[in-house]
């Protein structure tokens, strides 16, 4: 690793820590409404308002203090949208299974300390996303460029370069709380930008999605 790459990987790992420690000191009713809002504002955006019935948007279950994602599923569900979520392999990688409603969720066998739902359903292929036409991300930080960094144990970063490698082209919605957009994150080779994030006070939209 280059001094440059090891620079870029503290600095992600300073700001990661940061920003968790501010999102474990929230408070319940605090996630809650967060929650609420960011549901009303991402639903409201025109990549999902215009969907039509039957297409695909591939999502995430929120884990611990993430800004909260049950609501934002069960109402795409409920829209007729086809709503993919990640199942975790060995390797970090993700497979794909559709979400069929919450009770249907199970816990991961590979999700370490974390309590990861993932569907109980048929697994789908880790090419499956591609069929999106949004891809719903995690993430701790998001800056003016729409550079994204998450938790640190690239699963997503996978699946930003599979569409990439496939040609595919969603929309890539970041959902981040507002005080975890910022100025600058330091970029590395394989992160790609996001074209919207999302916060519980408003919408973020960036020049392009490339990177």
């Not at 993932?118 to 292929?125: C, I, N, S, V």
């Not at 040609?167 to 080779?189: D, K, N, Q, T």
Request: aromatic share 4%.
């Amino acid at each position: 690793m280059d001094d440059d790459a090891a620079t870029a990987r503290r600095m992600k790992r300073e700001v990661r820590r940061d920003l968790l420690a501010v999102r474990a000191a929230l408070a319940d009713d605090e996630v809650v409404h967060a929650a609420d809002a960011l549901e009303r504002r991402v639903l409201a955006l025109p990549e999902l308002a215009d969907l039509a019935p039957g297409a695909t948007v591939a999502g995430y279950v929120s884990v611990g203090r993430e800004p909260g994602t049950a609501g934002l599923l069960a109402a795409l569900r409920g829209r007729g949208v086809r709503v993919l979520l990640p199942v975790l392999l060995p390797d970090f990688d993700l497979d794909w299974a559709e979400f069929e409603g919450a009770g249907r969720l199970v816990e991961s066998a590979h999700a370490g300390r974390s309590r990861l739902l993932e569907p109980r359903g048929p697994r789908l292929g880790r090419a499956a996303v591609t069929d999106a036409a949004v891809v719903l991300l995690p993430g701790v930080a998001v800056d003016r460029d729409g550079v994204r960094i998450g938790r640190g144990g690239g699963s997503f970063d996978r699946v930003l370069g599979r569409l990439a490698a496939a040609g595919a082209e969603p929309a890539l919605v970041a959902l981040v709380y507002g005080h975890e957009m910022v100025e600058r994150l330091p970029r590395e080779p394989h992160d790609r930008s996001v074209h919207v994030a999302v916060t519980p006070e408003g919408v973020h939209r960036f020049p392009s999605g490339e990177g």
